[in-house]
């Protein structure tokens, strides 16, 4: 019985690898436009890191079980119970205790501070969710309901308001997101890093990420991050169109 852990920590070791190398040659996110985007991103990678380990465990048992202890077709009773292990126990215990506190330190709360920052910003834009559309005010007061135009390289505060229900201001490009309430003002700080618009990306986009009634799904609006003197050219204007 002893013995019969060589072999599942021999594909322990074998899934780990593999995994491991797997994850690590593969990439499921989306490009990054923001500061905000590289921490999230560090945060998912190490989070997906650190389970290859635990599922290879997992699968390990599974293979080697079904390999191993099968039904051999003459006996199909309950097998004897089985003794609890103290060591296996323990050493459960402690890994996955210090696998919970670490991943809550890292990136939990030193992820969670970097993706905040300091509470200081170049501009603040104000950003109102109604069912089921988005208005942007600009700092000069003039506002838009058909796209969010940002500079690039500047750190934006979003000051976030809802007029009817729960809504979500989620920009999948950016990795932020912050919901909508009514009565409250929510604020994000967002600093773009690339130029672009949903043309080149089609996660350049608010997407409401609360549901919030029939419409929902269409509560998107275009993101164009350009430079800092064509922003101030297109918020200006938005004021002599009107
Ligand atoms: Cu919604």
Redesign the pocket.
Known sequence: MKKSWIPVFLLWLLFTVLGLLLVMNTTVLPAQYSEEAEVIDEAYELLEALAVPVMALIFAIMVWGAISWRSRGADREDGPPQRTSKAVVGVWLVVTISLAVGVLINPGFVGLAAVRGEPVSDYVVQLEGSQ?FWEVTYPNGESALDELVVPVHKRVRYDVHSTDVL??FWVPAFRTKIDAVPGLTTQVYITATHTGGMEDDVNLRIQ??????AG?AQ?AMPVRVVEEAEWLAYIEGLGSDG
Do not use: K, T, V, W
Not at 208 to 213: I, M, S, V
């Open positions: 089921f809504h979500s409401c990420a609360e549901l919030c009634g929902h509560m």
